[in-house]
């Protein structure tokens, strides 16, 4: 089981910075993929990003690439979204979610990003 616990949402303005973090907690992190999810009010929730078990390949959805890099500390159990260059688009509830086969099996309970224009 692992749990997940996401940090670092705020409000910001357009063209401003935030780094999101998740830390893992209840299993061994490095065996887990770890994802980048987001939700705005009234859709579904999107991929934002990817970032493989050892953090030497990450996926980002063309939305956000360019802008915004997943990384990893596996010594600390945390993975990290930087975020720059927020566009109001961008406001949503961010959550992190970890999986060691092919579902999403783990979910953090998400950290809000608002960002003004």
């Known amino acids: 089981q692992v749990q997940l616990v996401e940090s670092g949402g705020g409000l910001v303005q357009a063209g401003g910075s935030l780094r999101l973090s998740c830390v893992a907690s209840g299993a061994t992190f490095s065996n887990y993929f770890m994802g980048w999810f987001r939700q705005a009010p009234g859709k579904e929730r999107e991929f934002v990003s990817t970032?493989?078990?050892?953090?030497?390949?990450?996926y980002y959805s063309e939305s956000v690439k360019g802008r915004f890099t997943a990384s990893r500390d596996n010594a600390k159990n945390t993975v990290y979204l930087q975020m720059n260059s927020l566009k109001p688009e961008d406001t949503a509830v961010y959550y992190c979610a970890a999986r060691s086969g092919i579902r999403w099996n783990y979910w953090g309970q998400g950290t809000q990003v608002t960002v003004s224009s």
């Open positions: 970032i493989t078990s050892s953090g030497g390949t990450t």
